[in-house]
């Protein structure tokens, strides 16, 4: 078994794994680490425990470090001349005329490096931006062009929900998301109630994807003939996947009711796979509504951009 931390950095948001070494350290705490970009601070975001050594990436580096208070005040100098930062590059980049738009500057911990995340449509010559930021800073200067997700990511905001949005509060990778996880929560396929802030599609479709697979199992679809308990065919009118509820219409002599039964209670064949009945999930959506969705389909890029180093 080996011992490892967690430690998160504010701007890639990835989190990494680390030795603690001989160090006493607890989640919350501040370290020094040394990673591909450099020396870096970073926060604990767990406390140490153990891996069994096979799980583990090698080489697994030491932290260098627990963060003093003279680490601390160097991190909000660089905070500060970020913003300087930033306003500077937004000035550079309307004299060059450049069509990108400036996401976020950021330091190193060690000032050798200074980054600017931006994005743009399509592929933008900077060239000469970086020249004369170079020439402004007297640093090394990186220009990383990311995603939406990724600008998100960083901005941060509130999702529909109310609360922080997942991928700004905890996620360290975007996950592929498809439609076919929202038909199978039988949400609607509306593309402004399954867009995020960040114009794609939500993350946290990918969050209940399991267990939705899980209780469709257990329940007939729409439209299918089950056997009630008391031997009565009806037709499936509708379903409450969490609760495991079936509502069924059958014949009452001469008139139809509606009888809801818990699932397990019916007979019915196994569930067919969602998405071979037609297109029936989007028949209420506008023609430039489907033209949308098949827009988020394709758009779907669910890697991040800002750990490529």
Sequence with gaps: MTKIICVR?????????????????KKGDHVIVETARGVEYGKVVSDIRE????????????VKRIATPEDDETERKNRDKEKDAYLICLEKIHA?????????????FDGNKLLFYFTADGRVDFRDLVKDLASVFRTRIELRQIGVRDET???????????????????????????????EQNLSLNPAKISGVCGRLMCCLKNEEDTYEYLNKQLPALGDTVTTPEGLRGQVESVN???????????????KEIREYPAKELRFRPR???????????????????????KLEKQEDGRSKLDDD
Excluded at 51 to 60: A, D
Excluded at 96 to 108: D, P, Q
């Design 153 to 183: 990511k960083i901005t941060g905001g509130l999702g529909i929900c109310g609360r922080v949005l997942c991928c700004h509060a905890y996620l360290s990778d975007f996950a592929p998301v498809s439609i076919k996880m929202a038909k």
């Design 51 to 62: 891996m069994p050594e096979e799980k583990v990436k090698e080489p697994l580096k030491k």
């Design 241 to 255: 996947v969490l609760r495991q509820l079936v509502k069924v219409i059958v014949d009452e002599g001469d008139e």
């Design 96 to 108: 060059h005329k450049l069509e990108m738009k400036l996401v976020e500057a950021e330091y190193t």
């Design 9 to 25: 950095f504010r701007t890639a948001g990835k989190i990494y794994y680390f030795s603690p070494g001989e160090l006493e350290i």
């Design 272 to 294: 067919r796979p969602k998405g071979k009945k037609g297109g029936d999930h989007g028949k209420d959506l506008s023609e430039n509504e489907l033209k949308e969705l098949e």
